[in-house]
């Protein structure tokens, strides 16, 4: 699932669809470092010349899993000054890898590196992967070469490298599990040493499986009128075709109060839009004795007049039985009305051999009961064409329940054979056909338009984003339906009175209505892009005083070799 904020083009007739969240075993407590080594020396170098193999200037740290080999990126360097450094940091995937790549650059920035968004400048390359997919793989992949093709540091986090550690492309190299992120200061200074560092270990409480990172990490938003918190890793399902599952694990949620405190220290800085993302919503709290209703409410208490909360994906079976509270809260006036629940298909036998324990009814009624109940509210879903047992009939019903519903969010996925998983090893589908199968499909989602009726109507919407040609200001409405505006000064961040005057398929463009002025939602002026969230004022000033050590250990570093050098040369 690329990530990218993907529902923020303005060119969105386009036929490519893809999912919702592009748009966008040790025990380890918190071991962020704060200071540096006590005296950092250049060494002076030798004229005598030695050979060296890779082995030698690499060598591999044990912090929770060493990896014997060595990378000629990260090469052994002569000495350096800790914290000095650029860094390029790239994610693919869901929302809750932007989360946590934002929070790996808050830590780093917080710890004195500068986070680059031009990776020619950067001295080192933090690539966050994701592994739903063959392609984003692909990319992923490409990304390591590139990088070592041009000499660069590497250091890899995400779903790709915790589910598949065997991998060859990634021997030799840096990696961060994902439930490490709060050690990627370690990571990354062992990397510029010279050292291949592996953390793969798992957050436990209690005997159980934890969160994850502690959620008061500093961070780096990447909209900072926008939080994104991952309320719980890993899910309950067994799906024959998920590879996340290999990577993320089993259920580990965090607790309510973690949660409310992180969304109200966001508002704080001028967040606006809070999105509580994870692998299944619905299935929150269930390892800790909390329901997902529970946390929501709680939340709504401390969001402020005119902000917001988009709920992100929930599978069936754990939004079953909260229906009624969930209509209630999606009602709300501070929550979009609008939920993310694939179905993948619309055949019950197909539903079976992907072990998504819920069958097309029980979708159904999750639709049925939501739209009668919630105003206008939006229902995304996804589905996959040309799953291995997926026959002519099965495809069909998949495509009577598109043509019931006309979901104005449909995001249609091939079936992609990933290796490990139980699907990977049943007959496939001819490729042709498993084509043929989604150009069908997608003909029909084309077919229909969500938004016409639409059309003149006057509507509050929240503008947090710029479109993806940079034309237009990107906005919501309640149901997050995505109303495009022209671009000006003073309504970023703000909610304004609109009138719709175009619908496309995947969005609407709306005019502001003159007499009507911008409402401030109810926080402070938002963080300036770039600026770390999270970062207390004690750890604010001894990030200050960093520098002058680094400098008084430069400078007693220089006469050691000027002296060297005078002494050598005698």
Not at 62 to 76: I, Q, R, T
Not at 272 to 291: F, H, K, M, Q
Not at 410 to 425: C, D, E, M, S, V
């Amino acid at each position: 699932m690329p990530v990218s904020h993907e529902l923020t083009r303005s060119t969105c007739d386009n036929d490519v669809i893809e999912d919702i969240e592009d748009i966008i075993s040790a025990n380890h407590s918190h071991e962020q470092r704060e200071g540096n080594r006590p005296l950092i020396i250049p060494r002076p170098r030798s004229k005598k010349t030695k050979t060296t193999t890779i082995a030698e200037k690499v060598k591999s740290i044990d912090l929770d899993y060493c990896d014997p080999e060595g990378s000629l990126a990260n090469e052994k360097r002569d000495s350096y000054v800790p914290g000095t450094q650029k860094i390029y940091v790239r994610t693919w995937g869901c929302s809750h890898n932007s989360s946590d790549s934002e929070y790996m650059a808050g830590q780093l920035a917080a710890y004195g590196y500068k986070i680059t968004e031009q990776k020619e400048e950067a001295d080192l390359w933090l690539l966050n992967s994701c592994t739903v997919k063959n392609p984003a793989e692909d990319h992923f992949r490409n990304a390591i070469k590139e990088a070592q093709s041009m000499g660069k540091l590497l250091v890899v986090a995400g779903c790709v490298p915790q589910g598949h550690q065997k991998a060859d492309y990634i021997q030799g190299l840096s990696v961060i599990g994902v439930q490490q992120i709060d050690r990627v200061v370690e990571v990354v200074e062992e990397t510029f040493k010279g050292n291949s560092v592996r953390l793969m270990g798992q957050k436990k409480s209690s005997g159980k499986k934890a969160g994850g990172a502690p959620l008061s990490l500093p961070k780096i938003r990447k909209n900072p009128l926008i939080e994104i918190i991952a309320i719980n890793t890993g899910c309950l399902n067994q799906c024959t075709y998920c590879k996340t599952k290999h990577a993320r694990g089993e259920l580990g949620s965090y607790r309510p109060e973690e949660i409310v405190e992180r969304a109200k220290q966001s508002f704080s800085e001028g967040v606006v839009e809070l999105w509580l993302t994870s692998e299944d919503l619905g299935a929150y709290g269930r390892d800790i004795g909390v329901t997902l209703p529970e946390l929501l409410w709680k939340l709504i208490e401390v969001v402020p007049q005119g902000a917001m909360i988009r709920l992100g994906m929930t599978n069936p079976p754990y939004i079953l039985e909260h229906l009624e509270e969930m209509s209630k809260i999606l009602s709300h006036p501070r929550v979009y009305s609008f939920l993310h629940v694939p179905v993948q298909s619309g055949s019950d036998s197909v539903l079976m051999d992907m072990r998504r324990e819920y069958c097309v009814a029980d979708f159904r009624h999750v639709v049925d009961y939501l739209r009668e109940r919630v105003p206008d509210v939006n229902i995304a879903t996804d589905l996959i064409c040309g799953f291995p047992t997926e026959t002519d009939q099965d495809f069909k019903e998949t495509m009577a329940l598109v043509e019931k519903y006309k979901f104005a969010s449909l995001f249609i996925n091939q079936f992609f054979p990933r290796p490990g998983t139980l699907a990977y090893k049943m007959q496939r589908i001819p490729a042709q056909e498993v084509k043929k199968r989604t150009k069908v499909v997608s003909e029909l989602f084309q077919s229909y338009h969500p938004y016409t009726h639409k059309l003149g109507l006057i509507q509050e919407v929240l503008v947090t984003e710029v479109s993806f040609d940079q034309q237009y200001f990107v906005a919501h409405n309640k149901s997050y339906d995505q109303v495009l505006v022209l671009k000006q000064d003073n309504i970023m961040g703000k909610i304004v009175k609109v009138e719709i005057f175009e619908t496309g398929k995947h969005f609407m463009k709306g005019k502001l209505l003159q007499d009507e002025t911008a409402e401030q939602p109810n926080v402070p002026h938002p963080l300036k892009k770039g600026q770390v969230s999270g970062v207390t004022l004690a750890s604010q000033e001894k990030k200050l005083q960093v520098p002058w050590f680094w400098l008084g250990s430069s400078l007693l570093g220089l006469a050691i070799l000027v002296r060297a050098y005078t002494r050598f040369n005698r």
